[in-house]
């Protein structure tokens, strides 16, 4: 047990107090005693560079760190995410705390607010943000907005959107949390870590000591989140072997989910760059990083040629992608829709606690019939692309199973947990699986509402593409009804559904881990050609 009082070196925004009393109290459980010594760094000093020229780069940490190498302190507590990759010599991290939500959060101003678009973001809205990494991936997805720098800390920052300097300003949702600020005036749309990937490490704390202090480091590991550890360890070395080539707005995010990692990165040329996006599953973390940086080797083909099962919009997220690789498009439906009911009941809708989509289709039918939903009622999606379409009738998904993956039934079983004892609507494809039925509780109550059917197509022309994307079961049957896949083209399936009618026929397939076209270009990006 150490005899003396630790000093913790510590910036002196209250972000950064938060953060060194949190590691403060933890020290306290464990029987030892701290106090702080707040630290002015250049970046504290320097307002007029971007962000983006400071993270990672020691801006934020050099002053602590001479501190900690001239012992007028015993720790320093970092944002893990503003810590370059390599410790200077007589340094190390003993220590990481849990994660905190790695999300990203877009506070908007209430009257800059168009929940039809995506980000709930009004039409070429301007957006404070001073990470490449951030402008990005935001205007992948939404070309329309631009962007202006944003520096200082949360306060300031917070009152430069309340200033009205901007239409919106995107933030770390970890440090909005840790300091409970009050928000209540702004519309805020959170960001999942698998759709905006955050930086390397975001939302965890580095305790860094000098190397030479065994008995500290030993105390230390009593709070240490080993299993953190081991996922951002993914992250910041795939952040290191980047760095030395391309400086690159890049973000990786790693999890550990049901046995499993995966891990998520994009990287951009620049920030107007549109991202190259890659998703990987593995059993273990060793190894991951290099795989990642193996993918990203320019000198690796990409496919010069897909097929996908439905009409494309030149505007569209894989649109976009496909054209950046200059990857020839041949798009087209095998299937023709028809609606199987002309009119909803009112009384039925009155009486669903939820309504659950697991389609476009399903939503686009839904509305066609001009639905009255009273505002208790509440709205379920399967993923993203439900989601978007959902968002251009006016509604935002009160649940989405896109931070749950590939796996129908783990979204099905998440689903059936909330609305145990509730009525559940579930308008759908007439002869569809209804995997959302069969994972609901007893308890719930099932209004079953096949309100569309498909024809298949006749006589399909096979296509030469190296891709193949098929975009449902009925899909898949319209083309092999008179085609064969050649041996060496590949197969994406959106859903899960899809990927079982391929399963039958017995031929390898990717499943994207979202059902959408950002799951896509992910899927594209990580098959080898």
Known sequence: MLNRKLIIGTRGSELALWQANFVKDRLAEIGIEAELKIIKTQGDIIQHLRLDKLEGKGFFTKELEEELLSAQIDLAVHSHKDLPTVNPPGLIIAAVSERENAAEVIIIHKDCVDITKRLSLKHAATVGTSSNRRKAQLLSLRPDLEFEDLRGNLQTRIQKLRDEKYDAIVLAKAGVSRINMELSDFHIEEIAPVEIIPAPAQGVLAIQIRESDQELFDLLQKINN???????????????????????????????????????????KDNEDFPDRLY?????????????????????????????????????????????????????????IYPTINVLDSFILKRADWIFFN???????????????LKKTKIAVLGRGSESTLRKFGRVADFSGDDLGISTEAIAQEFAQLVDGQTVLIPRAKDSLQSIQKALTPNTQII????????LEENVDKSNAQVLVFTSPSNVEAYFKENLADPDQKIICIGYSTAQAIEKMGLPYTLPFSPDEMGLAEAIFGIDY
Request: proline share 3%; glycine share 4%; charged share 30%.
């Open 226 to 268: 080993t299993k953190v550890e081991q996922t951002i360890a993914v992250e910041r070395k795939v952040l290191n072997m980047f760095e030395a080539g391309c400086h690159a707005p890049l973000g990786c995010y790693c999890r550990e989910r049901d046995g499993k990692y995966e891990s998520w990165t994009s990287i951009a």
């Open 280 to 336: 990987l599953q593995a059993e273990t973390t060793e190894g991951m990083a290099e795989t990642i940086f193996k993918k990203y080797d320019r000198s690796r083909k990409l496919p010069s040629s897909l097929f996908i099962t439905r009409d494309l919009d030149e505007n569209s997220y894989l649109a976009r992608y496909l054209k950046k690789h200059q990857i020839d498009i041949d798009a087209r439906s095998l299937i023709r």
């Open 359 to 373: 389609s476009k289709n399903a939503i686009e039918h839904f509305f066609a019939l001009d639905p009255y939903i």
């Open 448 to 455: 079953d509402m096949p309100i569309y059917e498909t024809v």
